[in-house]
T-cell receptor
Framework: DTGVSQDPRHKITKRGQNVTFRCDPI?????LYWYRQTLGQGPEFLTY????????KSRLLSDRFSAERPKGSFSTLEIQRTEQGDSAMYLC??????????????FGSGTRLTVV | EDQVTQSPEALRLQEGESSSLNCSYT??????LFWYRQDPGKGPEFLFT???AGEEKEKERLKATLTKKESFLHITAPKPEDSATYLC???????????FGKGITLSVRP
């Protein structure tokens, strides 16, 4: 297992288009998180899954954003009707239920979204 | 609401010049304070987690400490390869998510 994988690494889209990102977590991790990071800011929490259940969504998350984790494995994050303000790095992280305070949350390299 | 404040925003050091990065936090029921390193264009890389006041952890030139209100990341004799953004985050209460500070950009000149 080579860690958390995200695809694509970069995405340029026109305003109003829909985009979908994929995250493959570390296989034995049952928890998966999505974060968004803009320049000069720390990562901002978007949503969290434990296995296939979406347990928490940020109050800041627009209805245009939706995430799924079918079968508790990979996850997808979809943004509908993209806006220029959606331009950011979208980070995925995973963790095991046990040992998170020892091993932390493992982040992927992110998907850089640019909305033009 | 959980809050994390990091200072300074940016720090420029000469190689070998030791210094400290600060992370102040306000949370209800701390369940872990995390330090991450982030290189440009990459995801954060886990460094340490601290759980209780008085706890210390070390890794190479880095040492993290924790009090009830803040954490410090001490960098001893830094090298240019230590240049990166250092992020502090907390896990609190019944939440599983992390709340991050804005990060501190460290530049180490040879």
């Amino acid at each position: 297992d080579t860690g958390v994988s995200q695809d694509p690494r970069h995405k340029i889209t026109k305003r109003g288009q829909n985009v979908t990102f994929r995250c493959d977590p570390i296989s034995e991790h049952n928890r998966l998180y999505w974060y968004r990071q803009t320049l000069g800011q720390g990562p901002e929490f978007l949503t969290y899954f434990q296995n296939e259940a979406q347990l928490e969504k940020s109050r800041l998350l627009s209805d245009r954003f939706s995430a799924e984790r079918p079968k508790g494995s990979f996850s997808t994050l979809e943004i509908q009707r993209t806006e220029q303000g959606d331009s950011a790095m979208y980070l995925c992280a995973s963790s095991a239920g046990q040992g998170v305070n020892t091993y932390g949350y493992t982040f992927g390299s992110g998907t850089r979204l640019t909305v033009v | 609401e959980d809050q994390v404040t990091q200072s300074p925003e940016a720090l420029r050091l000469q190689e070998g010049e030791s210094s400290s990065l600060n992370c102040s936090y306000t949370v209800s029921g701390l369940r872990g304070l995390f330090w991450y390193r982030q290189d440009p264009g990459k995801g954060p890389e886990f460094l340490f987690t601290l759980y209780s006041a008085g706890e210390e952890k070390e890794k190479e030139r880095l040492k993290a400490t924790l009090t009830k209100k803040e954490s410090f990341l001490h960098i001893t004799a830094p090298k240019p390869e230590d240049s990166a953004t250092y992020l502090c985050a907390v896990r609190a209460g019944a939440n599983s998510k992390l709340t991050f500070g804005k990060g501190i950009t460290l530049s180490v000149r040879p």
